[in-house]
């Protein structure tokens, strides 16, 4: 780890007493190392990844990591906080505090590093080692690991020997006897980020099997890729943990066993409670259903007892399987739809009618480039649905239906059912592969299950559906949706502003948010004034919150911390950029008073956007596409309005809250002291 921590980046006094203030000053060393290039673009970075999950751990661990295209190099940072800092562990405040900076094309070495790191942790050792350091450049050789000497890298964190996992006997004399064998678990950890959650839970896990004298081989589904478990190895398992908060890949192999399915935290904060649950499951013979929705055929042993339903009951993984098409939708929206909005700013609307570039494009003509780009656009624009389609599908079955859930986005498009067309046909593709999976089948059919017969049966029954059964209604819905549309004016486009502003200025970038972002990209795959409209309206009331922050801090810079003063500054770009994650810092350390606010003011830009009837072709681009709205000097002003009404009220509450007295003794992230008039 020589290139990741130096003595320069060690702080061994860390005054800072919030996360952010703690990220900020530790940012700061890395930018002095030139090891990030744009502090405010990285601590952007840090807090978007901090506001997916807490990132303090139990031990007085806090842990910021992202991965951003503002470090130039695989960095790691350390303070250590007398007062302590809440990173949002349960046991309380965090007084060893790591900052990891990863590129965004880190190579997999580096953070493969950065794992060993995470693992180290679970050593109390070396936390007790790191707390009574007194010279950085110890403490910065003691986090390299040049005191002892390092462990070889594992993708897999085991226990116990692999020989004995692999032949299913204790190394011993070789006597294989049945009663030395310990209880077998095999598991996978992964994390948003795959830096550092992935490898904490793996080596907890481990610490834990080794501990009640359990095997356990876990498979880390970090960034760098992930190496899987030996299939002799899965095969010996009694049971299964999954300690994760993304999509386990290649769910298939753990079909058939009993199967503890958890989010990545409770993997590293209560290893034994999982291990001791996975123990009864296997003694009680449960096995888990939900290992038979994407594997490669059917089972047919289970017995309802759905692991997938221990944490998350289906209104939860519905919007999991939703987010997961939407997410992969975005880019063909982004790209399509920024192209087709710029060859209108250079040839106008008229020329979408252009005839095919392929039969005819002048080098020199200015509308035949907009034509090509158009069509370009256009291409992109035509995968939307069924990408959407396939990959809700795959969200609920993995690859097995990609297929069928490509093809009933397809017919959708064909049968002019629109963006609902692939909702549904995207979640009848994944049911149908699910319930294809459950059917028993003899074991020399399993391996061409996935490849052949699942995809093959599945578009066939999806297919049949989407032509025959759901299609025309669906079909008729969203021409009526669109006729909606359309018609909406006065009082009914209003509401429906306020409800888009309110949705995308609450959790700023969380479910709601990208809920009413889809409906409105949804739209564009076949654009009508109303879905026009709609697409304004969202965009204009995602400007708002980053806007109305970086105004307030302008207008009123004593109710502010320094650090928030300084993400005031960079707000101003991302609010104009419409990226609504820019006021996630100052929701995070003042929910109550900073979201209403928001709310407010995306409601009252929502509701006049519509008002006005400005429009929008373009998914993204904040004030960088104003050329390309109708209406642009009022939709300028809706935007102007609400984010005035949003700073106001944040303001009120902020001074209302913070009286005199009160404020003479909050310190700012510098260490100084901030008042406020009275």
């Known amino acids: 780890m020589s290139e990741l921590i130096?003595?320069?980046?060690?702080?061994?006094?860390?005054?800072?007493?919030?996360?952010?203030?703690a990220a900020r000053s530790l940012a700061e060393r890395m930018v002095a190392a030139h090891r990030v290039t744009d502090l405010d673009g990285f601590l952007a970075d840090?807090?978007?990844?901090?506001?997916?999950?807490?990132?303090?751990?139990?031990?007085?661990?806090?842990?910021?990591?992202?991965?951003?295209?503002?470090?130039n190099t695989p960095t790691l940072a350390f303070g250590r906080s007398g007062a302590g800092i809440d990173f949002g562990a349960a046991d309380g405040p965090a007084d060893l505090v790591f900052l990891i900076a990863a590129p965004a094309g880190a190579d997999d070495d580096h953070l493969t590093i950065l794992s060993g790191l995470a693992r180290r942790l679970m050593d109390p050792e070396f936390t007790a080692a790191l707390r009574a350091g007194t010279d950085p450049r110890a403490v910065a050789a003691l986090i390299r690991g040049e005191?002892?000497?390092?462990?070889?890298?594992?993708?897999?964190?085991?226990?116990?020997?692999?020989?004995?996992?692999?032949?299913?006997?204790?190394?011993?004399?070789?006597?294989?006897?049945?009663?030395?064998?310990?209880?077998?678990?095999v598991a996978v950890t992964s994390c948003p980020t795959g830096i550092a959650h992935t490898y904490m839970a793996a080596e907890s896990l481990a610490a834990a099997g080794r501990a009640e004298g359990v095997e356990v081989t876990v498979e880390t589904q970090g960034s760098a890729g992930f190496k899987k478990l030996d299939p002799a190895v899965v095969a010996a398992a009694d049971a299964v943990i999954w300690?994760?908060?993304?999509?386990?890949?290649?769910?298939?192999?753990?079909?058939?066993?009993?199967?503890?399915?958890?989010?990545?935290?409770?993997?590293?904060?209560?290893?034994?409670?999982?291990?001791?649950?996975?123990?009864?499951?296997?003694?009680?013979?449960?096995?888990?259903?939900?290992?038979?929705?994407?594997?490669?055929?059917?089972?047919?042993?289970?017995?309802?007892?759905g692991s997938g339903a221990d944490h998350?009951?289906?209104?939860?993984?519905?919007?999991?399987?939703?987010?997961s098409g939407v997410s992969y939708m975005v880019p063909f929206v982004a790209a399509g739809g920024l192209l087709i909005a710029l060859s209108f700013a250079i040839g106008g609307y008229e020329i979408a009618s252009a005839k095919s570039v392929a039969d005819h494009f002048v080098w020199g003509e200015a509308d035949s480039w907009a034509a090509l780009l158009n069509q370009i656009g256009s291409a992109a624009f035509g995968f939307l649905v069924p990408v959407l389609a396939g990959y809700i599908a795959y969200g609920m079955a993995d690859r097995p239906a990609l297929v069928p859930g490509f093809v009933g986005g397809a017919i959708a498009l064909t049968v002019n059912a629109g963006f609902l067309g692939g909702l549904v046909a995207g979640l009848l593709a994944g049911a149908v592969v699910m319930?294809?999976?459950?059917?028993?089948?003899?074991?020399?059919?399993?391996?061409?299950?996935?490849?052949?017969?699942?995809?093959?049966?599945?578009?066939?029954?999806v297919g049949f559906?989407?032509?025959?059964?759901?299609?025309?209604?669906?079909?008729?819905?969203?021409?009526?949706?669109?006729?909606?549309?359309?018609?909406?004016?006065?009082?009914?486009?209003?509401?429906?502003?306020?409800?888009?502003?309110?949705?995308?200025?609450?959790?700023?970038?969380?479910?709601?948010?990208?809920?009413?972002?889809?409906?409105?990209?949804?739209?564009?795959?076949?654009?009508?004034?109303?879905?026009?409209?709609?697409?304004?309206?969202?965009?204009?009331?995602?400007?708002?919150?980053?806007?109305?922050?970086?105004?307030?801090?302008?207008?009123?810079?004593?109710?502010?911390?320094?650090?928030?003063?300084?993400?005031?500054?960079?707000?101003?770009?991302?609010?104009?950029?419409?990226?609504?994650?820019g006021a996630i810092p100052f929701a995070a350390a003042d929910p109550l008073r900073v979201i209403p606010s928001v709310m407010a003011g995306g409601a009252v830009t929502g509701a006049l956007s519509m008002a006005f009837g400005a429009t929008l072709r373009a998914p993204h681009g904040g004030v960088f596409?104003?050329?390309?709205?109708?209406?642009?000097?009022?939709?300028?002003?809706?935007?102007?309005?609400?984010?005035?009404?949003?700073?106001?009220?944040?303001?009120?509450?902020?001074s209302a809250r913070r009286t005199a007295p009160e404020a003479a003794g909050d310190a700012g992230a510098d260490g100084s002291r901030v008042t406020v008039a009275a």
């Not at 978007?48 to 031990?59: F, K, S, V, Y």
């Not at 897999?156 to 009663?179: M, N, P, S, Y």
């Not at 739209?523 to 806007?547: I, R």
């Open 435 to 461: 319930a294809v999976q459950r059917v028993p089948v003899h074991a020399t059919l399993r391996g061409i299950m996935p490849v052949l017969v699942i995809p093959l049966i599945a578009s066939a029954v």
């Open 46 to 71: 840090v807090a978007a990844r901090e506001a997916q999950m807490p990132t303090g751990l139990d031990g007085g661990i806090g842990i910021p990591h992202c991965r951003s295209e503002h470090a």
């Open 147 to 185: 005191e002892a000497p390092e462990e070889p890298e594992r993708e897999q964190v085991e226990t116990g020997k692999q020989e004995r996992a692999e032949t299913g006997t204790e190394a011993t004399g070789g006597t294989g006897a049945a009663e030395s064998v310990p209880f077998r678990i």
């Open 625 to 654: 596409v104003v050329p390309l709205i109708g209406e642009p000097f009022l939709y300028l002003l809706a935007i102007a309005a609400g984010t005035l009404v949003a700073t106001a009220l944040v303001v009120l509450l902020k």
């Open 465 to 581: 559906l989407m032509f025959i059964v759901v299609g025309k209604p669906i079909a008729s819905l969203q021409n009526a949706l669109t006729d909606w549309l359309n018609g909406l004016s006065g009082s009914n486009a209003v509401i429906l502003g306020i409800v888009l502003g309110l949705m995308m200025c609450f959790d700023m970038g969380g479910p709601l948010n990208k809920v009413a972002y889809a409906f409105a990209v949804g739209g564009l795959a076949d654009p009508t004034p109303g879905s026009l409209k709609v697409m304004a309206a969202v965009m204009a009331a995602g400007m708002v919150p980053p806007l109305a922050m970086a105004l307030a801090t302008t207008v009123r810079r004593r109710l502010f911390t320094k650090t928030e003063r300084e993400n005031g500054r960079a707000a101003w770009v991302l609010g104009a950029s419409f990226i609504t994650e």
């Open 243 to 305: 300690a994760h908060d993304v999509e386990v890949r290649e769910k298939a192999r753990f079909r058939g066993k009993p199967l503890v399915d958890v989010g990545v935290k409770a993997g590293i904060n209560r290893p034994a409670e999982l291990i001791a649950e996975a123990r009864r499951k296997a003694e009680r013979g449960e096995i888990a259903t939900a290992t038979d929705s994407d594997k490669a055929s059917g089972s047919g042993d289970g017995d309802g007892n």
């Open 6 to 21: 130096t003595a320069e980046l060690v702080d061994l006094d860390l005054s800072a007493t919030t996360k952010d203030a």
């Open 312 to 323: 998350a009951h289906f209104g939860v993984r519905l919007r999991t399987y939703l987010m």
